[in-house]
């Protein structure tokens, strides 16, 4: 069974910098593609980032791009996020998936497994 599990979510002041983590079990990373949202407080889930099953295409939603880069590493079947320039808007909680389709997609639909999320507070 395929388990993802999130780490490295917290409080950071606004301006500042996070890592998160998604751990994967039962399923080798470099076989599909994987994304990361997120759900604010009161509003819905929305699309973050992905990347593509051989990791060349990335894709980033268009308030996070040059800001947030998606990457993964093999040897520990492990993706991050890392945010920098966090804003209050970032506060949420953040949500990694897999995708079988092996494509760096933005739609929720597409994503078959997911974690139970980490959360990121951003203060004002």
């Known amino acids: 069974q395929v388990q993802l599990v999130e780490s490295g979510g917290g409080l950071v002041q606004a301006g500042g910098s996070l890592r998160l983590a998604c751990t994967v079990s039962?399923?080798?990373?470099?076989?599909?593609?994987w994304g990361w949202f997120r759900q604010a407080p009161g509003k819905e889930r929305e699309f973050v980032a992905a990347m593509s099953r051989d990791s060349a295409v990335t894709n980033y939603a268009d308030s996070v791009k040059g800001r947030f880069t998606i990457s993964r590493d093999n040897a520990k079947n492990q993706f991050y996020l890392q945010m920098n320039g966090l804003r209050t808007e970032g506060t949420a909680w953040y949500f990694c998936?897999?995708?079988?389709?092996?494509?760096?997609?933005?739609?929720?639909?597409?994503?078959?497994?997911w974690g139970q999320g980490t959360r990121v507070t951003v203060p004002s």
């Open positions: 998936a897999e995708s079988p389709r092996g494509v760096a997609t933005n739609c929720g639909l597409y994503y078959s497994y």
């Open positions: 039962g399923r080798t990373i470099s076989s599909n593609a």
